[in-house]
C-alpha cells in the first residue's frame, strides 16, 4: 500500500539555525499537509498545499515558516530560524481525489 | 466543523470488542464523521469514514445514530496493537480541508 514518507526521523538543531524537513507524499495525491505535535499535546495544522501553493495556513505557521514542491515527487517545510518551542513532531500528509489523508510516520525535531 | 466530546480513556480486554462512543450533537448535514488513532506518536492512522449510514471495513466499523447527533467506533476484536490515541474528527468531506484534532480517547487493550 502506498504510504507517505518523510526524512529524516529524527534532527536535531541548534537554536537559529535553519531546518528543512522533507516528505514524500503518495503520488498520485494533490493535496499536501504539514501538522506538529509538541510532546504530550494535541495534533495542530500548520499549512495545507495545493496546486502550487498554500491553501490555508494557522497563525502557528508564521513568517520563520515556509513550504515547497520543489519536484514532482518531494514536500519540504523550512523553518529559517528555530526556537526552542519549535521542538516537536512534524507529520506531513497527502490525500487525493474523495480519499482520506495519509499521514507519514514524522519527523521529530529537538532544539537545542 | 462541529466540535466532538469523546470520553479521555477506555480500557478493554484483549479479544474483546471495543467501543469508543463520539458525541457530535451539532453535526451539520454536509459533514462527515472521521476515525483516526495514533499509536505512540506515529503519524495518525486513517480507520473510516461515514456520513450517515453504518460503515464496515477491514479494521473496524462505524455506527452513526440516525439523527447523527453521535456515533460508535467499534474495534470487534481488540489486541494488544490496538491500544492507542482515537480521535472522532467531523468536518466537511471537501478532501482540501485540514482536519482538527482533539485530545481523542487513550485505549488501552489489556490482557
Known amino acids: 500500500e502506498p504510504e507517505v514518507t518523510q526524512t529524516p526521523s529524527h534532527q536535531v538543531t541548534q537554536m537559529g539555525q535553519e531546518v528543512i524537513l522533507r516528505c514524500v507524499p503518495i503520488?498520485?495525491?494533490?493535496?499536501f499537509y504539514w501538522y506538529r505535535q509538541i510532546l504530550g499535546q494535541k495534533v495542530e495544522f500548520l499549512v495545507s498545499?495545493?496546486?502550487?501553493?498554500?491553501?490555508?495556513k494557522s497563525e502557528i505557521f508564521d513568517d520563520q515558516f515556509s513550504v515547497e514542491r520543489p519536484d514532482g515527487s518531494n514536500f519540504t517545510l523550512k523553518i529559517r530560524s528555530t526556537k526552542l518551542e519549535d521542538s516537536a513532531m512534524y507529520f506531513c500528509?497527502?490525500?487525493?481525489?474523495?480519499?482520506?489523508?495519509?499521514f507519514g510516520d514524522g519527523t521529530r525535531l529537538s532544539i537545542l | 466543523d462541529a466540535k466532538t466530546t469523546q470520553p479521555p480513556s477506555m480500557d478493554c480486554a484483549e479479544g474483546r470488542a471495543a467501543n469508543l462512543p463520539c458525541n457530535h450533537s451539532?453535526?451539520?448535514?454536509?459533514?462527515?464523521v472521521y476515525w483516526y488513532r495514533q499509536i505512540h506518536s506515529q503519524g495518525p492512522q486513517y480507520i473510516i469514514h461515514?456520513?450517515?449510514n453504518n460503515e464496515t471495513n477491514e479494521m473496524a466499523s462505524l455506527i452513526i445514530t440516525e439523527d447523527r447527533k453521535s456515533s460508535t467506533l467499534i474495534l470487534p476484536h481488540a489486541t494488544l496493537r490496538d491500544t492507542a490515541v482515537y480521535y472522532c474528527?467531523?468536518?466537511?468531506?471537501?478532501?482540501?480541508?485540514?482536519?482538527?484534532f482533539g485530545a481523542g480517547t487513550i485505549l488501552r487493550v489489556k490482557s
Open positions: 451539532t453535526i451539520s448535514g454536509n459533514e462527515y
Open positions: 474528527i467531523v468536518r466537511v468531506a471537501n478532501y482540501g480541508n485540514k482536519l482538527v
Open positions: 461515514g456520513l450517515k
Open positions: 500528509a497527502s490525500t487525493g481525489t474523495d480519499q482520506p489523508q495519509h
Open positions: 503520488s498520485n495525491h494533490l493535496y
Open positions: 498545499f495545493y496546486n502550487n501553493e498554500i491553501s490555508e
